[in-house]
C-alpha cells in the first residue's frame, strides 16, 4: 500500500510539475515583478501535492538581505525551505541541478548560480557572483552541508557560504527543517507524508569574524535549533 501510494505521489507530482511549471515560466517572463511570489505559492502547492504539511514559526525578516543557510535533508528541501520566503532570492545550487529539463529553466530565470565543488576555480567565480546578487538585494540561498544527510544528524558545514557572509558584510540567516527526514530520505524510495516543522533563527552577524568562527558559531546554532 506504501509503495503504491508513493507511486501515485511521484506521479502526480511529476505531471503538476510538467503541467504547472511552463505556465509559471510564462507568466514570470511576461510578469517578472511576480516571480518570486509567484515561485513561493508554486512551492507550496507541491510541498501539498506530496501530501506534506508546513508549519512555521515566521517569515524572514524583510528590513535586511541575507546568506540564508538551511539543514539539507530531503529533495522536498527544494519546495519546503521557500515557504518562509519573502522579497527577491537566489540561491547557490550544484551544477548537475541545471541538467533537469523545465527545473533548469526556473533556475536560470531565478539567477541560481551553478556550483562545481570538484572545480575550486568555478567555485570561486560562482560565490563572487553571489556576492553580487546580494549586492543587488537578493537573499542568497546555501545548504552548507553540501549534500543531504544520510542519518538524519546535521552534517559538516563547507566555507564557501561563509566567506560569501564576510565578503560582502551580509548577515547569515539559519533555517530549520524538521521531519523531513521521516518524509523522504535520500536512502528511501517511500515517501510517508507528514508534517514539516520550519524554523527560522535570529540572524548571525558576520562583521569582524573569521570563516572558522562564523561557521563554528552557525553550526552550534543549528544544532540548538535542531534539538
Same mark, same amino acid.
Given at each position: 500500500?506504501? $509503495?503504491?501510494?508513493?507511486?501515485?505521489? $511521484?506521479?502526480?507530482?511529476?505531471?503538476?510539475?510538467?503541467?504547472?511549471?511552463?505556465?509559471?515560466?510564462?507568466?514570470?517572463?511576461? $510578469?517578472?515583478?511576480?516571480? $518570486?511570489?509567484?515561485?513561493?505559492?508554486?512551492?507550496?502547492?507541491?510541498?501539498?501535492?506530496?501530501?506534506?504539511?508546513?508549519?512555521?514559526?515566521?517569515?524572514?525578516?524583510?528590513?535586511?538581505?541575507?546568506?540564508?543557510?538551511?539543514?539539507?535533508?530531503?529533495?522536498?528541501?527544494?519546495?519546503?525551505?521557500?515557504?518562509?520566503?519573502?522579497?527577491?532570492?537566489?540561491?547557490?545550487?550544484?551544477?548537475?541541478?541545471?541538467?533537469?529539463?523545465?527545473?533548469?529553466?526556473?533556475?536560470?530565470?531565478?539567477?541560481?548560480?551553478?556550483?562545481?565543488?570538484?572545480?575550486?576555480?568555478?567555485?570561486?567565480?560562482?560565490?563572487?557572483?553571489?556576492?553580487?546578487?546580494?549586492?543587488?538585494?537578493?537573499?542568497?540561498?546555501?545548504?552548507?552541508?553540501?549534500?543531504?544527510?544520510?542519518?538524519?544528524?546535521?552534517?559538516?558545514?563547507?566555507?564557501?557560504?561563509?566567506?560569501?557572509?564576510?565578503?560582502?558584510?551580509?548577515?547569515?540567516?539559519?533555517?530549520?527543517?524538521?521531519?523531513?527526514?521521516?518524509?523522504?530520505?535520500?536512502?528511501?524510495?517511500?515517501?510517508?507524508?507528514?508534517?514539516?516543522?520550519?524554523?527560522?533563527? !535570529?540572524?548571525? !552577524?558576520?562583521?569582524? !569574524?573569521?570563516?572558522?568562527?562564523?561557521?563554528?558559531?552557525?553550526?552550534?546554532?543549528?544544532?540548538?535549533?535542531?534539538?
Amino acid at each position: 500500500m506504501n $509503495y503504491f501510494r508513493s507511486l501515485v505521489l $511521484y506521479i502526480f507530482a511529476g505531471l503538476s510539475f510538467m503541467f504547472f511549471g511552463p505556465i509559471i515560466l510564462l507568466v514570470i517572463i511576461i $510578469y517578472p515583478k511576480i516571480s $518570486y511570489k509567484l515561485i513561493i505559492q508554486f512551492c507550496k502547492l507541491m510541498i501539498t501535492i506530496f501530501g506534506c504539511k508546513i508549519q512555521s514559526n515566521s517569515k524572514i525578516p524583510e528590513n535586511e538581505t541575507f546568506v540564508i543557510m538551511a539543514n539539507h535533508v530531503s529533495f522536498l528541501d527544494v519546495f519546503a525551505i521557500p515557504s518562509v520566503f519573502t522579497g527577491k532570492f537566489s540561491a547557490i545550487a550544484a551544477s548537475k541541478n541545471f541538467k533537469i529539463p523545465i527545473y533548469a529553466t526556473f533556475l536560470k530565470k531565478l539567477r541560481v548560480i551553478s556550483i562545481d565543488r570538484s572545480n575550486r576555480k568555478q567555485s570561486i567565480i560562482g560565490i563572487k557572483q553571489a556576492e553580487t546578487l546580494l549586492k543587488e538585494g537578493y537573499h542568497i540561498v546555501i545548504l552548507p552541508e553540501g549534500t543531504r544527510t544520510r542519518t538524519g544528524d546535521l552534517g559538516e558545514f563547507k566555507k564557501g557560504g561563509f566567506h560569501l557572509a564576510i565578503n560582502t558584510g551580509a548577515s547569515i540567516l539559519p533555517i530549520t527543517t524538521k521531519g523531513l527526514f521521516k518524509i523522504k530520505p535520500i536512502m528511501r524510495w517511500l515517501i510517508k507524508p507528514g508534517v514539516i516543522d520550519i524554523k527560522v533563527g !535570529k540572524p548571525i !552577524k558576520s562583521e569582524n !569574524k573569521t570563516v572558522n568562527e562564523l561557521l563554528e558559531e552557525t553550526h552550534s546554532i543549528f544544532l540548538k535549533m535542531l534539538n
